[in-house]
């Protein structure tokens, strides 16, 4: 952990802008990160075509398919957003760990926005990382996240709970998948992660897995999959930032 005086003297070596618009002082001044649209309109997350409320899986997807274990998806803003993009990929990419509060307030602004949603009710947790990212990065983003989440809701007077590590992944995907179709992204992901032996015996009936960016969604399905395999959590969203497609 950086102690507060080599954080300062770290500050007055390198003295922080705006990746933006270079102003001084953060990251991302408040200008910038406010200028960040939010995605309104929530549509379900497996044909992304019909807007559904909170983003809840449709009823054709549900009739059409196969058991689809992940209840829906709130997607907070455009990852196609420049801003948004470039602050994601030098969040995860640059490790500039102080972001996690900004991007944080994206997710806030996306949850208040949805008041008719009862989030606060449910557990929010993260999406396991890949093992060598983790060991890459050092931390989880999405962990990250979720923690300033957590004090900023609570400044404004709601209270979220969290459990950290609730899913492990045990297995990373080979790379080279990453061309291939959902089906078989699907078949590579199934069996990688499992839920944390060390957490109590019950689990939350209610569950939110925030991950920075969604792509094609198989690893948020999995997850899901895994906790309602466990026969205790019976709702399980989505929360990211962007969709990348
Ligand atoms: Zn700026
Ligand atoms: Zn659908």
């Excluded at 899986?57 to 455009?78: F, M, P, R, W």
Aim: with cysteine; net charge positive.
């Amino acid at each position: 952990m950086i102690k507060l005086y080599q954080k300062i003297f770290l500050d007055l070596l390198f003295p922080k802008n705006c990746l933006i618009c270079e102003a001084p002082g953060k990251h991302i001044c408040a200008r910038c990160l406010q200028s960040i649209p939010l995605q309104k309109e929530n549509f379900c997350p497996i044909c992304e075509e019909i807007e559904t409320f909170a983003g809840r899986v449709c009823n054709t997807c549900e009739n059409n398919h196969s058991k689809i274990y992940l209840d829906g998806l709130l997607v907070a803003s455009y990852y196609k957003h420049p801003i948004l993009k470039e602050l994601i990929h030098r969040y995860k990419y640059s490790f500039i760990q102080d972001l996690s509060d900004d991007l944080a307030q994206i997710l806030k602004r996306k949850l208040l926005s949805s008041p008719e949603f009862p989030w606060p009710n449910f557990i929010f947790s993260a999406v396991p990382l890949h093992l060598n990212r983790l060991r890459w990065r050092g931390f989880n983003q999405s962990t990250l996240m979720i923690k300033k989440l957590k004090n900023q809701l609570a400044n404004d007077g709601i209270k979220i709970k969290y459990l950290p590590e609730l899913i492990i992944r045990h297995r990373d995907t080979p790379p080279q998948m990453k061309a291939k179709s959902i089906e078989l992204r699907k078949q590579n992901i199934s069996g990688c992660f499992s839920i944390n032996k060390e957490l109590p015996k019950k689990l939350p009936k209610k569950i939110i897995l925030v991950d920075d960016v969604i792509t094609t969604g198989a690893t948020l399905e999995e997850c899901a999959k895994v906790l309602k395999k466990t026969g205790q959590v019976k709702k399980v969203w989505g929360l990211v930032l962007g969709r990348q497609n």
